[in-house]
């Protein structure tokens, strides 16, 4: 699903496949039109949060609802920066230790507002992107759950 | 109506979606004439806080919300992305 918004170009991906950042960054910068990029990727750790070893990591999500959530997320930043170009990759599906889970790419002449808006991106994909993490260990399998300072800390935005 | 339930709800519902001729008119009373229908529904809405909701696939607040008009309404814990 992608998008222009005042000469902000705005690209999601719900996805099982794995990405490449570097091809990523590198569509963006075609573009020529860049000062700074910001991006972050998550990556699946090898223990989970019962500090034993993580057998995989498995994400549901909202087929039709999850990339138009993510969009919503990037237009709200496109609104309160001066972006270039926004670029989201989160992948569903079985993962494993080591495993690419998201990417968020900012593109904008100025570093500071492709900082800010990547994180303000990344704190809303937390908990308002219809995505569910099971983590499965060895002998049990459990949801992860959601943490209240992740709510809260959409707040500060 | 398409209902939709992901995560443990899914999991305590047994299907991930089902089509419902509903007579409710609002989310509240939906979740109520689903508890009515199967215990099943009692289990899983038993704690109805930790429980979210997108009506034709926008997260509302308010329970009290009209679905009339709605195609599908999906339930579901708070979300874990990222």
């Known amino acids: 699903m992608h998008q222009t918004i005042e000469k902000c170009y705005i690209s999601v991906n719900v996805q099982k496949a794995d990405f490449d950042i570097n091809s990523e960054i ?4 075609s573009k020529k039109i860049i000062g700074g ?16 070893e993580l ?10 609802m999850t990339e138009k959530a993510i969009m919503l997320i990037c237009e709200d930043a496109q609104k309160r920066w001066n972006l270039n170009s926004i670029r989201v990759i ?14 968020v790419v900012t593109a ?6 492709a900082f800010k808006s990547a994180e303000f991106i990344m704190d809303f994909l937390k908990s308002r992107a219809p995505i569910w993490k ?14 209240e300072e992740d709510e809260l800390i959409l707040n500060d935005w | 109506m398409k209902i939709l339930y992901f995560s443990w709800l899914r ?23 689903l508890i009515n229908h199967d215990h099943k529904y009692q289990l899983a809405f038993e704690d109805i806080k930790s429980i979210r ?19 599908e309404v999906a339930f579901f814990p708070p979300m874990t992305g990222g």
């Open chain 1, 55 to 64: 057998m995989s990591l498995e994400l549901e999500h909202y087929p039709g």
């Open chain 1, 37 to 52: 990029i910001a991006n972050f990727t998550g990556v699946v750790r090898n223990s989970g949060r019962k500090k034993e």
């Open chain 2, 53 to 71: 909701v997108a009506v034709d696939q926008k997260i509302i607040q308010d329970l009290n919300v009209s679905i009339k008009n709605a195609r």
């Open chain 2, 11 to 33: 999991e305590k519902i047994g299907v991930p979606f089902e089509e419902v001729e509903v007579r409710s008119e609002t989310v509240s009373d939906l979740i109520k004439e």
């Open chain 1, 90 to 103: 989160h992948r569903v599906g079985r993962l494993f230790a080591g495993d690419n889970i998201v990417l």
């Open chain 1, 108 to 113: 904008s002449a100025h570093r500071k507002e």
């Open chain 1, 26 to 29: 590198k569509i963006i910068k």
């Open chain 1, 134 to 147: 099971k983590e499965h260990y060895r002998t049990h399998s459990s949801w992860v759950q959601s943490k």
